[in-house]
């Protein structure tokens, strides 16, 4: 029975499916349960939560960059998928806590830079980054290089995650950057940079250990690092 329950959410993931009101890709799913669906009923049933997040959602979200890559997929149905994902990872907070973070591979901290609004890729990759398994803080946008450094040092983070959209908000990143080196915390956290006008040049340029061009890549850069 478990095995079937695994199966659905992989299968719903692959959807696009949050809960049974939304419409799948393909036909045939009308009003049968979605995701967060789903994995209430395999939580509630006592399926093992890290099996719930690797063998689900975790390997639903792997299929669904696999299918992106292929150009089977668009960015609609990855963030669709990632949506799905994302909602089920709330349900599944109270339980992750409750058993001392099992399942949970590694902190990261999440932020898009000073003066830059911008958060639907930072947002795609949080929720990846949660569907792989990994404790994220999000701090959101426009976030100052001293509140970013605060945080990674209290969280004890193991990775970094900075984003920016606009060209202008760029040297923000560098600043960050050096904010943890003048705190000595440069040797205790990886630092992954993204967005459109950022590059792997850039990266080497301002220190950074390395630059995710898309959600997929980052949780790659993540399994590597933690």
Known sequence: MSEKIIEQIVANVLQGRRDQSDEGIDEGYDGTPGVTELVEEAL??????????AEGLSHGMTLVGEKYES???FIPDML??????????????PYLVKDGG??????????????DQHDIGKNLV?????????????????VPASRIVEVVEKEKAGLLGLSALLDTTMPFMKQT???????????????????????EDFAREIGAD???KDAFAAVKIADQFL
Do not use: C, F
């Open 177 to 199: 950057i050096e904010e943890l080196e003048n705190k000595n915390l440069k040797d205790n956290v990886r630092v992954m940079i993204g967005g459109a006008p950022t590059n």
């Open 210 to 212: 390395a630059h995710g």
């Open 126 to 142: 949080t929720i990846m980054l949660k569907g792989a398994g990994y404790a994220v803080v999000d701090l959101g946008v426009n």
């Open 102 to 115: 099992q399942g949970s591979k590694g902190k990261i901290v999440m932020a898009t830079v000073e003066k």
């Open 44 to 53: 509630e049933q006592g399926i093992p939560v890290e099996k719930v997040l």
């Open 80 to 93: 669709a998928a990632a949506e799905a994902v994302g909602a089920a990872m709330d349900i599944m907070e």
């Open 71 to 73: 150009g089977e997929y």
